[in-house]
């Protein structure tokens, strides 16, 4: 421990900021899942328990429809990524070819790219791309559930690379080279021995990438049709025009959604040290 | 001599494997990233029609030009000063507390950075909404300063309220680089600048600031370009009151249908980004 510093700036103070932290960083989600509970028909006010606002949610069609909308767009954009992802990052990390330079700095820019610009992005190139194929084939294409779907799996191809690739470049590249030695053809030391050990880092990609699509307000916003809207959308489209104890049991939920999601990446990460531990006693132990 | 050119055939054959793996993602970034990126380039020069629509034919710098005026430029100074004081506020704020997580025992350590990570991982709309209700008129926030005698505090649809908005959603993204770089420091530098009779804020100054810059950068670029572009957060906090950088841009194009301007505002957006990125990198930092 560095006592001079301690010294200097009292650990009270760090105590008291990292107290100060912690109550920013959860207050706010507490009160609202304990606000959702609250019989006052305004959404910030304490009026008595009452759980009558989440039985309002099965009531309201609309708001089911944009629920499975969601869960569509982030299973099919979660699948297509995490495929076309993986195979990108074994490609970069195993692979020489030529124009891997410019992949590489390609796959970069999503992540650091503002939604804003992504989404103007997105809306510009499907409204380019439709009347094009209507002046030439006269096919005429509008948007809505494939063009959400195309501009999820543009952004999340590059979070779900930059995970695997962080696993694979953690891996021991002689497990590989046993296998073919043992004349394993590439396939099967593909798939017994690179897929099992690149597995976590997959999952832990996939898991990021339906979060992110079940987070994406603006890019959605953009590309969405008049008949699919996903629930984020819908939502933030309801709180703009004014807040309703509805909105903070559809909040909940959206909570509870995503905090199953942490929970399983949390426990993946676990999972995965302890299962490193294990390979170092058995090397090659998984099938 | 014939081991030299199966060798060089054998790395043609793995030359090809790779990029044949690599093809299928690289079409579709290609198609459906490297495309619109050079579509919302040419549309920034191209000319808005007295109909709405736009006019490749005639191309000029116009949408550049109109940064220029009054109000654009009123609206990219404001986004620059918000993103910088929570930029600011954020440093701040997760300096000391990474420094706090550093110093723990591994068990507090790790739970404390998963606490960290936690909010991160949850909704990014309903992160912004539980403020909305927090901050509402008549809300939790105001009760409580009503109760201790300060009075209603009425600060939701303020800059303030964006702010705040801010630092939550990005506090996260300052917090883990800073862990990250404090974490790697060796503490004999700083018993070395003490046994050296450095005072505390010397020591700090001059070692540990210099040792930890490249967390400081990273976390701040990480905290200001999302803050600059952010358009969520001030939509729902902000009330659409004072314009900012994201919500002009989708104005532009959801409203206004300007597509020149909106799509020239986008570029700069991502130049500021492409920037600062460039400057982290060559500032010695090695991933973000």
């Known amino acids: 421990m560095s006592e001079t510093i301690t010294r200097r700036l009292p650990a009270w103070a760090l105590r008291t900021n990292g107290a100060v932290v912690l109550i920013f960083l959860y207050a706010p989600i507490i009160l609202l899942v304990v606000f959702s509970f609250s019989a006052s028909r305004i959404p910030g006010q304490w009026g008595g328990f009452t759980s009558e606002w989440y039985a309002t949610l099965f009531d309201d069609s609309r708001l089911q429809r944009t629920i499975s909308v969601s869960v569509k767009v982030a299973l099919v954009s979660t699948l297509l990524a995490t495929v076309l992802g993986t195979m990108s990052a074994l490609a970069l990390e195993r692979f020489k070819f030529r124009g891997r330079k410019v992949f590489d700095a390609l796959l970069y820019l999503p992540i650091i790219i503002p939604d804003v610009t992504m989404a103007v992005m997105m809306l510009m190139f499907f409204s380019q791309a439709f009347d094009l194929l209507d002046s030439v084939f006269g096919i005429g294409l509008s948007k809505g559930f494939a063009t959400i779907v195309v501009s999820h799996v543009a952004f999340n191809i590059a979070f779900v690379s930059v995970v695997v690739r962080a696993r694979i470049a953690g891996m021991d590249a002689t497990l590989e080279q046993a296998a073919s030695d043992l004349y394993a053809t590439r396939w099967q030391a593909f798939r017994f021995v690179t897929l099992p050990l690149i597995a976590p880092g997959v999952l832990g990609g996939a898991l990021l990438a339906i979060t992110l699509s079940l987070d994406d307000v603006v890019v959605t916003q953009f590309v969405a049709g008049p008949g699919s809207t996903t629930l984020p959308v819908y939502v933030f489209s309801l709180i703009r025009k004014g807040v309703t104890p509805t909105i903070n049991a559809v909040s909940v939920i959206m909570l509870v959604a995503s905090l199953i999601l942490v929970a399983g990446s949390v426990g993946l990460q676990r999972a995965n040290a302890s299962r490193g531990r294990q390979q170092l006693r058995t090397p090659g132990g998984t099938s | ?288």
């Open chain 2, 1 to 288: 001599m014939s081991v030299g050119i199966a060798e060089a055939k054998r790395e043609r054959s793995e030359r090809r494997r790779g990029f044949l793996l690599a093809l299928p993602s690289f079409a579709y970034m290609v198609l459906f990233f490297a495309v619109p990126l050079i579509i919302v380039l040419v549309y920034s020069f191209a000319t808005r029609t007295s109909t709405g629509s736009t006019a490749l034919s005639d191309w000029n710098l116009d949408a550049y030009r109109k940064l220029g005026e009054p109000i654009v430029r009123n609206v990219v100074v404001r986004s620059v000063i918000l993103a910088l004081v929570t930029t600011v506020i954020c440093l701040v704020v997760a300096y000391p507390f990474a420094w706090f997580c550093a110093h723990q025992r591994p068990t507090i350590r790790n739970l404390l950075l998963i606490a960290v990570m936690i909010p991160f991982w949850t909704n990014f709309l309903v992160r912004n909404y539980a403020w909305r209700i927090l901050l509402s008129n008549g809300g939790p926030i105001s009760s409580f300063t009503e109760a201790i005698g300060l009075g209603e505090t009425n600060i939701l649809f303020t800059k303030t309220a964006v702010v705040i908005g801010l630092v939550y959603a990005y506090l996260p993204f300052m917090i883990l680089p800073l862990y990250a770089s404090i974490d790697r420091l060796d503490r004999r530098l700083i018993e070395a600048g003490r046994d050296l009779y450095g005072s505390g804020s010397q020591t700090f100054r001059r070692i540990v600031l210099p040792l930890t810059m490249p967390g400081v950068i990273a976390g701040s670029i990480l905290v200001f370009v999302p803050s600059m572009g952010a358009y969520v957060t001030p939509e729902l906090l902000g009330g659409g009151k004072e314009t900012l950088l994201g919500s002009y841009i989708v104005t532009q194009f959801l409203t206004a249908r300007n597509w020149p301007v909106g799509a020239s505002l986008s570029f700069v957006l991502m130049a500021v980004m492409l920037v600062s990125t460039i400057v982290y990198f060559r500032s010695g930092g090695k991933n973000l």
